[in-house]
């Protein structure tokens, strides 16, 4: 359970490093108080609709259970992950409830077109002091959509980060077994909007000019499995250089499978947050992603020359060829240190504080009401 809700976790581990106390409060199957290392766990009841496991991110909320949860906290401020419309439900409920400051962060999603909902997502979110959102691109589509208040302080930051850490090159081959020079992975699922066959095709090039190159490809699904192995069986130097790894059962494992990487392929036409490329450049893997918002933001703005257009196989090609084998270790570097200062969870904490200190230095929160339940009023 605390391996499928890492970002949680993480983010509330980062906060408390700055605030007294930050308490994780998170829908499972049954209630229950917890400590995880620093910080305070609350269970709330939250009933998936099917599937059991695998179902509980679509889940029914016992909403006296949430309730129950979030007053025990007595909290000064809450932060919501995600917009999607059950968020949205939540924002509202608290709104109504606590005049304490309430937050959310962007995790995919679009700004509803149901006329009955768009009046309860427009107060909901004008409630907000602080939105998160990992592209300025992102932000733009709710802004123009009316749903954003003008007195809303948006700030830009990822979606989500990881624990992952950089390792040396060597000793992580020789568990995972990983050869190539260089070494290339992919992890993205085998479906249309992840454009595999456009870094099927780069990285086919890139075997013109590194024929000893070899790429791992991690996937959850594969609605374009067939197709795929349909095009490496064509080709000799596919078939002996590409790997279908499929799903890596274990989260903690990726580590060690980015780990094993010079490069990280990526070839979307469209992602809402770019997870598994935070996670390969947390491990030092050179990206070589699409110049979609998402990415552009994560890669600072393509500040290591990086980027492609999409559908570009070309272009993806030459970024690998093009970068001479000594320069390897520098690049790792380099991007381990961009991790630090732009990616980490420490840097989702503080952005989020930062923000919300300045929205109440100029609003005035009401420090005898924060966190406490509104009364009416007489």
């Given at each position: 359970?605390?391996s499928?809700?890492?970002?949680?976790?993480?983010?509330?581990?980062?906060?408390s490093?700055?605030?007294?106390?930050?308490?994780?409060?998170?829908?499972?199957?049954?209630?229950?108080?917890?400590?995880?290392?620093?910080?305070?766990l609350?269970?709330?009841?939250?009933?998936?609709?099917s599937?059991?496991?695998?179902?509980?991110?679509?889940?029914?909320?016992?909403?006296?259970?949430?309730?129950?949860?979030?007053?025990?906290?007595?909290?000064?401020?809450?932060?919501?992950?995600?917009?999607?419309?059950?968020?949205?439900?939540?924002?509202?409920?608290?709104?109504?409830?606590?005049?304490?400051?309430?937050?959310?962060?962007?995790?995919?999603?679009h700004?509803?077109?149901?006329?009955?909902?768009?009046?309860?997502?427009?107060?909901?979110?004008?409630?907000?002091?602080?939105?998160?959102?990992?592209?300025?691109?992102?932000?733009?589509?709710?802004?123009?959509?009316?749903?954003?208040?003008?007195?809303?302080?948006?700030?830009?930051?990822?979606?989500?980060?990881?624990?992952?850490?950089?390792?040396?090159?060597?000793?992580?081959r020789?568990?995972?077994?990983?050869?190539?020079?260089?070494?290339?992975?992919?992890?993205?699922?085998?479906h249309?909007?992840?454009?595999?066959?456009?870094?099927?095709?780069?990285?086919?090039?890139?075997?013109?000019?590194?024929?000893?190159?070899?790429?791992?490809?991690?996937?959850?699904?594969?609605?374009?499995?067939?197709?795929m192995?349909?095009?490496?069986?064509?080709?000799?130097?596919?078939?002996?250089?590409?790997?279908?790894?499929?799903?890596?059962?274990?989260?903690?494992?990726?580590e060690?499978?980015?780990?094993?990487?010079?490069?990280?392929?990526?070839?979307?036409?469209?992602?809402?947050?770019?997870?598994?490329?935070?996670e390969?450049?947390?491990?030092?893997?050179?990206?070589?992603?699409?110049?979609?918002?998402?990415?552009?933001?994560?890669?600072?703005?393509?500040?290591?020359n990086?980027?492609?257009?999409?559908?570009?196989?070309?272009?993806?090609?030459?970024?690998?060829?093009?970068?001479?084998?000594?320069?390897?270790?520098?690049?790792?570097k380099?991007?381990?240190?961009?991790?630090?200062?732009?990616?980490?969870?420490?840097?989702?904490?503080?952005t989020?504080?930062?923000?919300?200190?300045?929205?109440?230095?100029?609003?005035?929160?009401?420090?005898?009401?924060?966190?406490?339940?509104?009364?009416?009023?007489?």
């Amino acid at each position: 359970m605390l391996s499928r809700y890492y970002h949680p976790r993480e983010l509330a581990a980062a906060l408390s490093r700055y605030i007294d106390e930050a308490v994780w409060i998170q829908g499972y199957r049954e209630e229950g108080d917890y400590h995880v290392d620093s910080i305070q766990l609350k269970l709330f009841k939250a009933i998936p609709f099917s599937g059991g496991e695998q179902a509980i991110m679509a889940q029914h909320v016992d909403d006296d259970s949430l309730t129950d949860a979030i007053d025990s906290t007595k909290p000064d401020h809450v932060h919501i992950l995600g917009l999607l419309p059950m968020n949205i439900l939540r924002i509202s409920e608290l709104a109504a409830k606590y005049t304490t400051s309430i937050s959310a962060s962007f995790h995919g999603g679009h700004p509803s077109n149901d006329p009955s909902f768009f009046s309860l997502q427009a107060q909901a979110l004008k409630r907000l002091s602080v939105l998160l959102f990992n592209a300025p691109e992102r932000a733009k589509v709710w802004q123009e959509a009316g749903l954003i208040s003008s007195s809303t302080k948006v700030a830009i930051c990822p979606e989500t980060s990881t624990f992952f850490k950089l390792k040396d090159r060597g000793q992580v081959r020789s568990h995972t077994g990983m050869i190539g020079d260089p070494v290339c992975v992919a992890s993205a699922r085998l479906h249309p909007i992840k454009d595999p066959f456009t870094l099927l095709k780069g990285f086919e090039l890139i075997l013109k000019t590194k024929p000893d190159a070899h790429l791992y490809w991690a996937y959850q699904t594969d609605e374009l499995l067939l197709q795929m192995k349909a095009m490496i069986s064509t080709s000799t130097q596919l078939l002996n250089a590409v790997h279908l790894r499929g799903a890596i059962d274990k989260y903690e494992d990726m580590e060690d499978f980015f780990n094993s990487a010079d490069f990280f392929l990526q070839a979307s036409l469209e992602e809402y947050g770019g997870n598994s490329l935070v996670e390969a450049m947390a491990c030092g893997a050179l990206p070589v992603v699409t110049n979609i918002p998402s990415f552009r933001y994560l890669t600072g703005d393509n500040q290591f020359n990086s980027l492609f257009n999409t559908g570009d196989a070309e272009g993806l090609a030459r970024i690998v060829t093009d970068l001479p084998r000594n320069e390897y270790p520098n690049y790792m570097k380099g991007i381990r240190d961009h991790f630090d200062v732009r990616l980490s969870f420490d840097t989702i904490a503080r952005t989020l504080l930062n923000n919300l200190n300045r929205f109440q230095s100029m609003s005035g929160s009401p420090d005898n009401t924060a966190g406490k339940p509104k009364t009416d009023s007489a």
